[in-house]
């Protein structure tokens, strides 16, 4: 069977700021010609994916690209190649942004983290994510969107009852709300109520949501490619900070990596009941954070940061689809490739956002395509 007789889904995690890596993993995509027919996500992943099947394929990349912008907060010089200054770079506009928010994204919200005073009522969320609302009803168009071009998965969790709920564009209307639900991580984001039921970011239990689409087993043959963004692989930590980033790396990428697993048992067991089934081809594309990012990566929003991982995408991307083989190789019905970068501290070693295919010229929004160098090697260390 052929390439373009595959299905094709996408599957995005989420991430918050490490999310512009998706965009870059779809440009590529998108520059090859590979259309997918289902998109899911979850926080940073379901707004990536709105925008994708909100849009007409020639804007997406584009909307894309006017998300980041907006988002990216751009804030004294530009960074040097030196690992020790990028860092304090980074951490800087970390904390500006948990300072004064993103005006695209999120803001302040009363009585927030001021509510841990004895004297000042309860609250259930440091910051308000309202702002997306209207950032998605600009660059969304949902009545595209439920049309049913692109079939869209939204992941969410029951904050009662800790049960995974998803929103599928083939069974209902997806509303702005319904993303915004996704996004909620606790305790930085409010839960949403939806139908009366709370909701919040999926991302504590699955932050990359792979069941929706081997729910069931699909009926034709399939190309999944999942854009991951912390990786369940890196050295060993020398730093609080390191520490600290890997216990939240640890976190967000061992559901993906237990059910990728589980995937791989229940395909065996296909393979021996019916060996002339439809195939799988799992791609995961697995962001790996360079030296210079730290803990709160996921809300640096730095310009260098942000193209950094634009660039990593479709770096990642590339490699991946080269590393595609034929559907079925050697008769098998499951096959997972994946693009897991080294995890190194010496100097010398690839990874730099530089290093291998760029983004077209013009792509990516002027704001942070000239941010300065960036240093992509896995750090061991921390300022």
Sequence with gaps: MTEHTRDLALVF??????????????????????RPGWVVGASIGAVTAAIIAGNAPEDRVAKLGQFWEEATLGAGPSPTALLKPRQVYNGLHALLALAWGRPNIFRHRLPGLWSALPWMPDDVALFDNAPLLRTLTRLVDFERLNRGDTRLTVACVDIESGEEVYFDSAREAIRPEHILASTALPPAFPPVEIDGRVLCDAGYTNNLPLDPVFATEPERDLLCIASDLFSPRAPRPKSLDAVLERANDLIFASAPR???AGLARTYDLRQRLDPTGPTVTLLHLVHQAGADQLAAKSFDFSPASIRDRWAAGVRDAVDGLRRLPAPAPDG??????????????DPASPGRAEDGPTPRPGSRPDRFADAGPGTQRRRTGGP
């Design 13 to 34: 995690a989420g991430g918050n700021a490490v999310g512009s890596y998706h965009a870059g993993v779809y440009e590529t995509l998108h520059a090859r010609g590979h």
């Design 332 to 345: 098998r019905r499951f096959t997972y490739v994946a693009t897991h970068r080294p995890s190194v501290s």
């Design 258 to 260: 237990r059910t990728i």
